[in-house]
C-alpha cells in the first residue's frame, strides 16, 4: 500500500482486508463488509445456502486469504509464486444432489472482477455424487494455463460456445469446456451440457450431480492478486 497517509474513513473501510495481510488498492474494497474471512488453507463457512472454501489444495502454494460479504459475493487475494502448476481453487459450492434426467433446469449467473496479471482461470466445477465425473465450464483465463485431455473441437451450448476437452486426472474423468472468448459476466443454461455429455456423447449415465463450484483455479499470483466475485447465483429445479 502507498505510504501516503490515509483518512480515518478509508482506514474503516481497508480495516478487515489489512487484517488479513492484504495489499489492497483503494479502489478495491469490497473487503470492507466482510462478515468472514479466514487465510486457513481450508477455511469454509456456509452463507444463503451456499458453503466458500480457501482451498489452497496444490504444492508449492503461497499465501492466501478469502472474504465474503454473503454467500454470493465474495473474493480472494492471494500471492502463489510464478511456477507451474494449480495451487488453489477458492470457491463457492451449491449442493444439487439430483441426476441429470430428475432436473427440470440448472443454470448460474456470474459477474467478477480479475486481474490481468497472473495465471488463473474462472471456472464451474461440477461433480457427480460418486465424484467419477468432474464438468469444468471456464468463463476465462490468463496466462499459461490450459485444461486436461484432448481437443474434442467445439460446441455452441447453454448460450456459449466453447472448445471442449477430454481427459482425465488419474482419479476420475474430467470434460472441459472452454469458453471461446474471455466473459466476466453472464449466465450459463448448465442443463443442456449435462445432457450433451450424456446423451449426445454418452460419455457418462444418469449421474447424480452433487455440487456445483465457481471460483478460481490459481496457478500463479506473484505479489498477490485479487480476484472478486460481485454476485454469483445457482438455480435449479
Not at 38 to 45: H, K
Not at 64 to 74: E, P, V
Not at 119 to 137: C, R, V
Not at 180 to 186: I, P, Y
Amino acid at each position: 500500500m502507498a505510504s501516503r497517509t490515509l483518512s480515518r474513513v478509508t482506514k474503516a473501510l481497508l480495516a478487515p482486508a489489512l487484517a488479513l495481510g492484504v495489499t489492497v488498492g483503494l479502489g478495491s474494497a469490497p473487503a470492507s463488509a466482510a462478515v468472514w474471512n479466514s487465510c486457513d488453507q481450508w477455511g469454509n463457512t456456509s452463507l444463503n445456502g451456499y458453503t466458500l472454501y480457501n482451498n489452497i489444495w496444490g504444492s508449492g502454494a503461497g499465501s492466501q486469504c478469502i472474504w465474503a460479504n454473503s454467500g454470493t459475493n465474495w473474493g480472494v487475494w492471494a500471492n502463489h509464486p510464478n511456477t507451474g502448476g494449480i495451487k488453489s481453487y477458492p470457491n463457492q459450492t451449491k449442493a444439487i444432489n439430483k441426476s441429470i434426467t430428475s432436473l427440470g433446469s440448472l443454470s448460474s449467473s456470474y459477474n467478477v472482477s480479475v486481474p490481468s496479471s497472473g495465471a488463473y482461470n474462472t471456472s464451474y466445477d461440477i461433480w457427480d455424487t460418486d465424484h467419477d465425473y468432474e464438468i469444468m465450464l471456464w468463463v476465462n483465463k490468463t496466462g499459461a494455463v490450459g485444461p486436461i485431455g484432448s481437443s474434442q473441437g467445439s460446441v455452441t451450448l447453454g448460450g456459449h460456445t466453447w472448445n471442449v476437452f477430454k481427459g482425465t486426472n488419474g482419479a476420475n474423468e474430467v470434460f472441459s469446456f472452454i469458453r471461446t472468448s474471455n466473459s466476466n459476466s453472464g449466465t450459463v443454461n448448465i442443463l443442456p451440457i449435462l445432457k450433451w455429455i450424456k446423451d449426445t456423447k454418452k460419455w457418462m449415465g444418469n449421474e447424480t450431480i452433487g455440487d456445483v463450484q465457481f471460483g478460481y483455479e490459481v496457478t500463479s499470483s506473484s505479489g498477490g492478486l485479487n480476484f472478486t466475485t460481485n454476485n454469483l447465483t445457482v438455480s435449479s429445479s
